[in-house]
């Protein structure tokens, strides 16, 4: 089969790598890829957001089969105009993607549905939504309706913060002046990514993730895309697992399907794992990046019949394996990522670590130049690898970044601290 990826990240590296692995694929192409997908696939210089050129290149290459790897696309209705054109395509339709594009779309079906998750209010002027935060008091989150590259949630510790994010939100502080936000109970546990593949009808779980937002050692500084991530997560137990997919994700398809708007693709749960079992704090409708980077590695099985079979509404007697082991990400951004940074700077010794055990390397920000590779992004390189505990794929993926000549990119140093202190005092049992 002729198969394209749409996307450039680490995430679609990671996708390209397992597909191109696949007895399936004859021939896989990636639109508009990096320099890392380019060894997988051939990279096709598609603008993704025209939807035309998408299908024209499709009906060329006769591609039996389109997988889209980001959000923009998705809700822009991409696979809505593939299969309009006869292109069988995985990912939800714009409607059904409103679960990540529209969190009051969201938050209204978890409450129609009894799904847990924050206490809630719907807001469209700033008057009403400083009154519900003064009468509910704080710690109290604010969330911006549409899709705001994860900066549209502020979770503030006084009521002030509060205010001030409603005034920024409706003040058009995002970009765009929002025209709806939420806000919602602060909920406490422990975070946890959960990713489940839908057929429309029903869903598989795939894997269970934890990922590292700040930009610095120790969970400091600012917020990023990303900076590290491991699987599975230690907090998500098979009986926790069981109850997300019982408690939340099986709601949700029901939901959509009775609703007349069945949720094919994947199904990214970010969840709050509270003393009172998990809560969904938000649905993402794509595989997240740089979770599927580890997930990828863990996966035995065949990923394109899975996807092939969640597109088809054939998910029911699928079985998904994956290896016991644990797999880890180390992220290396430019200097000065999350601020500003420059490109075009020479990353060398890659093939050499790329050879450490159990270590694959997947591109996120990086293009080719001449014989060099170059970095052309913040994120720019996902270090991974696998091992029996996350502290022996930490140990193998530090080993590799050892290896990797780029003075002018960084990584944290302490990916998977948390899990890896979890292994250490199991170890002492
Ligand atoms: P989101 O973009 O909805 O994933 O939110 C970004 C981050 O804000 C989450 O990863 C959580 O750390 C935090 N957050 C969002 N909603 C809540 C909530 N209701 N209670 C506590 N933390 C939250
Ligand atoms: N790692 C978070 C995301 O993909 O949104």
């Known amino acids: 089969m002729n198969i394209l990826i749409l996307g450039s990240g680490g995430r679609e590296h990671a996708l390209a790598w397992k597909i191109a692995a696949s007895p399936l694929t004859t021939k896989l192409y990636c639109a508009p890829g ?11 210089a598609l603008d993704i957001t025209d939807h035309a050129a998408v ?24 696979v809505d105009d593939l299969e309009a054109a006869g292109i069988k395509t995985f990912g939800p339709t714009k409607w059904a993607a409103r679960l990540e594009g529209s969190k009051g779309f969201t938050k209204d079906l ?20 400083k009154q519900y935060v003064r009468q509910q008091g704080a710690p109290i989150v604010v969330k911006a309706d549409g899709l705001a590259a994860g900066k549209g949630v502020v979770v503030a510790s006084t009521i002030e913060e509060a205010e001030a994010a409603v005034d920024m939100m409706f003040g058009g502080g995002l970009g765009e002046k929002a025209w709806e936000i939420v806000i919602e109970d602060c909920m406490v546990g422990e975070e946890a990514s959960f990713f489940a593949l839908c057929d ?25 895309g990303g900076m590290g991530a491991y699987t599975p997560a230690p907090v998500m137990t098979p009986e926790m697992n069981k109850r997300v997919m019982d408690e939340i994700i099986f709601p949700t398809v029901n939901a959509l399907k009775k609703a007349g708007a069945p949720f094919k693709g994947v199904l990214f749960a970010g969840l709050m794992i509270t003393k009172d079992g998990p809560q969904l704090i938000e649905y993402n409708v794509r595989f997240g990046d740089p979770e599927t980077q580890v997930i990828m590695l863990r996966l035995m099985s065949d990923l394109l019949p899975a996807l092939m079979a969640a597109r088809d509404g054939q998910l029911k007697n699928f079985n998904l394996r994956l290896y016991p082991d644990a797999a880890l990400t180390v ?15 020479i990353i060398e010794g890659l093939d050499d670590a790329a050879q450490t055990d159990g270590v ?5 920000g990086t293009k080719t130049d001449g014989d060099h590779i170059v970095a052309n992004g913040g994120r720019v390189l996902n270090v991974c690898a696998r091992g029996q505990s996350v502290a022996e794929a930490q140990q193998r993926a530090y080993a590799a970044v050892d290896k990797i000549k780029w003075p002018e990119g960084f990584c944290r140093r302490d990916i998977g601290w948390q899990a890896i202190a979890r292994e250490a005092t199991r170890d002492d049992k």
Request: proline share 5%; aromatic share 8%.
């Open 331 to 345: 992220v290396m951004a430019a200097k000065g990522y999350p601020g500003a940074y420059t490109k075009g700077t």
């Open 360 to 364: 694959e390397i997947f591109h996120a």
């Open 55 to 78: 299908i024209a290149f499709c009906k060329a290459r006769q591609i039996d089969f389109v997988v889209v790897g980001p959000e923009g696309p998705l809700c822009a209705g991409i």
């Open 110 to 129: 978890c409450k129609a549905n009894n799904i847990p998750t924050a206490a809630y209010e719907r807001f469209k002027g700033a008057d009403a939504a």
């Open 34 to 44: 990096n320099a890392g997908i380019a060894r997988e696939a051939e990279c096709i």
């Open 200 to 224: 429309g009808d029903t869903a598989i779980e795939l894997a269970s993730a934890q990922d590292h937002k700040r930009v610095g050692d120790g969970d400091t500084g600012p917020n990023t």
